[in-house]
């Protein structure tokens, strides 16, 4: 109900799909600057990746920069068109109105760009989480290109649930105590460690599995930078966290504060 005020309020609202719809992958084509050949393969390597199904999927891409391991890498993003038009339809029924939807890590990935233009300079790896209520969406970046984009099993009400056995609460009031909370070694909250280390598992088993994909010289990069965004960032001390495992900065991101883009709402945790 509350998105349906919204809506109404706004001419042209964007719907973020489910980030766990779609499927990336990164492909390197032999060196094409014509793009219609280029979709035309990007169209033939969709099939492939959809396997032997006789269903319809929606795609997109984008060229990543070349470098020595590849001549035209490009980013290729699609979902079952099925599965779209269903979760469309539900939201339309709900009495949204939408001008456009694109997958949600697409979205985070661009708020990322336009509050932190600096993310997209250097070759270093950049990991982005959006810690959601559910899942998480993972991006692994490079000088602005898109190397991974995933979801992770994992959700912030991981941390609710977790906060409300500790304390023998409900969680309504374990996720307004959350706001209030530190991650720390103390005998009552020593379980949210135990939590954040189940995220950090996730995080490490996706980064080995891209890895092992990549070619060598581009998969053995260290990552340089980490953003978090979602509810789950606004837990104290995770940055922290993060930081101590994967020796760099751990910032939080989010949009921007009464005083512009450089006072996002969450930035006053940067570590």
Excluded at 11 to 31: E, K, N, Y
Aim: hydrophobic share 40%.
């Amino acid at each position: 109900e509350r998105a349906k005020k919204l809506t109404s309020r706004h001419s042209a609202a964007a719907i973020a799909l489910p980030q766990f719809f779609g499927t990336s992958q990164v492909t390197d084509f032999a060196p094409e600057p014509d793009d219609a050949i280029l979709r035309q393969m990007v169209d033939f390597k969709t099939q492939q990746m959809g396997g032997l199904s006789d269903e319809s999927y929606i795609y997109d891409f984008r060229r990543n920069q070349p470098d020595r391991e590849r001549a035209n890498p490009v980013f290729i993003l699609l979902s079952r068109e099925t599965t779209i038009n269903e979760y469309l339809d539900t939201v339309a029924k709900a009495g949204l109105d939408f001008s456009e939807a694109a997958m949600s890590g697409i979205g985070v990935l661009n708020a990322l760009a336009e509050l932190h233009p600096e993310c997209r300079s250097g070759r270093g790896l950049q990991i982005v989480l959006d810690i959601g209520a559910e899942n998480t969406v993972m991006a692994i970046l490079a000088g602005g290109d898109i190397l991974l984009l995933s979801s992770l099993n994992f959700g912030n009400r991981r941390f609710v649930q977790t906060l409300a056995s500790s304390l023998e609460i409900d969680e309504a009031r374990a996720e307004k105590k959350l706001a209030e909370t530190r991650l720390s070694d103390s005998y009552e909250l020593a379980p949210l460690l135990d939590t954040a280390q189940t995220l950090l598992n996730e995080v490490i088993h996706a980064c080995e599995q891209w890895r092992a994909m990549e070619p060598p010289e581009s998969g053995e990069r260290p990552v340089e930078r980490i953003w978090l965004c979602g509810g789950g960032a606004c837990l104290a001390g995770l940055g922290e966290f993060l930081q101590r495992h994967f020796g760099c900065p751990a910032t939080a991101f989010g949009p921007p504060g009464p005083d512009g883009p450089r006072n996002a709402i969450f930035r006053a945790r940067t570590t």
